[in-house]
């Protein structure tokens, strides 16, 4: 019986292929549009975790002032060195600490020239961030200590400047200040939010404040907390320090910050998450609008079809069989369009996700959840023709013309 529905069916849908076409566009377009939107987001959502990972995720950063969603700014005084050195001795747990100061320069070499970022600090910064170098070394302890203008180069100054040639040893030029290059580190490229990782000139932090800068401030901390350590008691253990330190009574609002890096890589995760959600669940509406364009094709062919609908059930053909008819044709319309929306879905998810360098990843219960959707969409929305044809008077549908 139901092979026999089947056929009936497909011949039924093939009698009337343009309009059969029109009637799963919108199932296509639903199914296709919410595994693009799913996989595309969790794509990007893959990309920025890795990237914060990359960070570290047992690190902290502390910076002046209170910033953050509902929170009003506190302005504040910068930190200090003695600030950096406090941490090192009094905050146990800490793999490295390393005070951070930018600012964007011009460097220049033989003609060549690029406006970067300059970064003033000290070696903990290349162990917190795990930047490695590809060629020469990092800071002595006596270039660290003097205040020497010694450079390491991130990849796109040194190709800027360089190209092919070896810059160890070199000297270039940041704001006319003179700076031997001791190193280059290894490329990072880009984070999600488009910065170029790579695109900065590193200097001892003391040689940045009497060279460049020309103050002592500390704008911001690094810390990495070791491997198995606490992160919740030692930013509770900063927090504690760092309001001692800055005379903050008790009640009186903190004037700087401590973020949890692994904090903010849930809060990101949660936040992408829910976005994903929401743009699947948008694109699910046109799933229902799919439907109720099978819907009303299907109350049409049983308007048209009433004469045929008439003979099968004069003949002796039963109710549930002329209703398996048209809820097969129902299904087999939503079906085909879920299939073609997979097959869509995946290649829009695929191109985009390629253009926007970001991973490609599939989720199977989505695009699964999503062609059984269509499949549903299909009896859901074929109920209604389909007891209407099985209803009809047999004598009635005989008059029809």
Not at 158 to 165: C, P, S
Request: proline share 4%.
């Amino acid at each position: 019986m139901i092979v026999e529905a089947l056929r009936l069916a497909l011949r039924a849908l093939a009698r009337n292929p343009l309009r059969s076409f029109l009637t799963v566009l919108g199932i296509v377009i639903g199914v296709g549009a919410v595994i693009a939107m799913v996989t595309i987001g969790r794509g990007t959502q893959a990309r920025v975790t890795a990237d914060l990972a990359r960070l570290g995720t047992n690190v902290l950063f502390l910076l002046p002032g209170q910033v953050g969603p509902g929170r009003a700014t506190v302005a504040a005084r910068p930190f200090t060195d003695r600030d950096v050195q406090a941490i090192r001795e009094q905050v146990g747990g800490l793999e490295a600490v390393a005070p951070v100061a930018h600012l964007p320069a011009t460097a220049t070499f033989a003609g060549a020239s690029r406006i970067t970022t300059i970064t003033g600090t000290d070696n903990a910064l290349f162990a917190v961030q795990d930047w490695k170098l590809a060629s020469g070394r990092f800071f002595t302890e006596g270039e660290v200590r003097s205040g020497r203008t010694a450079c390491i180069l991130g990849a796109t100054v040194k190709d800027a400047l360089f190209g092919a040639e070896d810059p160890i040893e070199k000297t270039i030029r940041v704001k006319k200040v003179p700076c031997e290059v001791v190193g280059v580190l290894e490329s990072k490229g880009q984070s999600s939010f488009g910065t170029d990782l790579d695109d900065t000139v590193v200097m001892p932090l003391r040689a940045f404040q009497r060279r460049l800068s020309g103050n002592t401030e500390i704008p911001r901390i690094y810390v990495a907390a070791r491997e198995g350590a606490d992160t919740a008691r030692i930013q509770a253990e900063l927090e504690r320090l760092l309001r001692e330190r800055r005379g903050i009574r008790p009640g009186e609002e903190d004037d700087f910050s401590v973020r949890d890096m692994r904090e903010l890589v849930r809060t990101v995760e949660a936040t992408s998450g829910a976005l994903t959600a929401v743009l699947g669940f948008v694109a699910a509406v046109s799933l229902i609008v799919g439907g109720i364009g099978i819907m009303n094709i299907m109350l049409v062919s049983v308007t048209e079809r009433t004469r045929e609908i008439g003979i099968r059930l004069a003949i002796g053909a039963l109710e549930g069989q002329v209703m398996a008819q048209f809820l097969i044709e129902a299904v087999v319309l939503s079906g085909v369009g879920g299939a073609i929306g997979v097959i869509l879905g995946l290649a829009v998810a695929g191109a985009t996700t390629e253009a926007l360098a970001v991973p490609f990843r599939i989720d199977p219960e989505v695009v699964a959840g999503s062609f059984l959707f269509s499949a549903a969409i299909g009896v859901l929305f074929g109920w209604l023709p389909a007891r209407r044809a099985a209803r009809l008077d047999p004598i009635e549908a005989l008059r029809r013309e």
